[in-house]
């Protein structure tokens, strides 16, 4: 497997299990890097948790975050 096969692979686990957001800086495109991605859906408070859905503006993949409080 090459490097960018494995940041691929890398990238769809946290997309499916969520990478961090924060409302300073939101979330950061697990495939690319991009910071501040786009919010698609923003789902309520569940407990001390939210989650995001967001697509990249730079390579459009989607994925999601999620926040603590």
Same mark, same amino acid.
């Given at each position: 497997?090459?490097?960018?096969?494995?940041?691929?692979?890398?990238?769809? +686990?946290?997309?499916?299990?969520?990478?961090?957001?924060?409302?300073?800086?939101?979330?950061?495109?697990?495939? +690319?890097?991009?910071?501040?991605?786009?919010?698609?859906?923003?789902?309520?408070? *569940?407990?001390?948790?939210?989650?995001?859905?967001?697509?990249?503006?730079? +390579?459009?993949? *989607?994925?999601?975050?999620?926040?603590?409080?």
């Amino acid at each position: 497997m090459d490097a960018q096969t494995i940041k691929a692979v890398i990238a769809l +686990c946290q997309s499916q299990t969520g990478v961090d957001y924060t409302r300073r800086h939101g979330a950061i495109c697990p495939l +690319c890097g991009t910071p501040r991605a786009w919010v698609r859906r923003t789902m309520p408070w *569940n407990g001390k948790i939210r989650e995001r859905y967001h697509k990249c503006r730079k +390579c459009g993949f *989607n994925f999601k975050s999620v926040e603590t409080e």
